[in-house]
């Protein structure tokens, strides 16, 4: 069974902060990683992805994949309140599957200011 | 660009009651769609995924089922409802073929009294 792990926190972190969030998944199948943030009562808003092993950067949020390890991470630098959310971490399975993305429970964070 | 819709955004049913929950796609053809349910404080669960019109995946036995009547168009039905199947419902697009980011509705608060 595929499955995806997340500390489910929360995690706080003062304002200004690296946040750091992490994930593990059990499938080495896995080709595709992503990253969604969830506000309280919203949907999921997808805020990158990765499909190569490293790193990743776009504005304030960097994405790190280890497949080797199994392991991918969301760094939030300069956290701001608004950064306060439930982030989930998704992977992704070839097309055969239908594209279908298994999702994490998801890390709290919350950024005090 | 393209958009997804759902309606409604919030509804209260007696337990036993019929559901119709629908999703629709704007601007892409031939999407592949996706039904998710995230209980509270959960993570979310997969119950159906569709690569066409008539094609539907089910993930999780249950009462609930789902139909694709039109290539846009997703919606999500039950025959009884049970106090079990409160959650928030949300429908995902990605393109079809190779396309695997997933975004989100708005989703569908249920509450099942």
């Known amino acids: 069974q595929k499955e995806v792990e997340q500390n489910s926190g929360p995690l706080s972190v003062p304002e200004g902060a690296i946040a750091s969030l992490n994930c593990t998944y059990s499938?080495?199948?896995?080709?595709?990683f992503f990253w969604y943030r969830q506000y309280s009562g919203k949907s999921p808003e997808l805020i990158m992805f990765i499909y190569s092993n490293g790193d990743k950067e776009d504005g304030r949020f960097t994405a790190q994949l280890n497949k080797a390890s199994q392991y991918v991470s969301l760094l939030i630098r300069d956290s701001q309140p608004s950064d306060s959310a439930t982030y989930l971490c998704?992977?992704?399975?070839?097309?055969?599957?239908?594209?279908?993305?298994?999702f994490g429970a998801g890390t709290i964070l919350r950024v005090k200011s | 660009s393209q958009t997804i819709h759902q309606w409604p955004a919030t509804l209260v049913q007696p337990v036993g009651s019929p559901l119709s929950l629908e999703c629709t796609v704007e601007g892409t053809s031939n999407p592949n769609l996706y039904w998710y349910r995230q209980a509270a404080g959960r993570g979310l669960q997969l119950l159906f995924y569709s690569v066409g019109i008539g094609q539907i995946s089910s993930e999780v036995p249950q009462n609930l089922s789902a139909s694709r009547p039109q290539d846009r168009q997703f919606i999500l039905s039950s025959k009884k409802l049970l106090l079990s199947d409160s959650g928030f419902y949300l429908c995902?697009?990605?393109?079809?073929?190779?396309?695997?980011?997933?975004?989100f509705g708005p989703g569908t608060r249920l509450l099942v009294l």
């Open positions: 995902a697009w990605t393109m079809g073929g190779a396309g695997e980011t997933q975004y």
């Open positions: 499938d080495r199948g896995s080709q595709s």
């Open positions: 998704a992977v992704t399975y070839p097309v055969e599957y239908g594209n279908k993305l298994v």
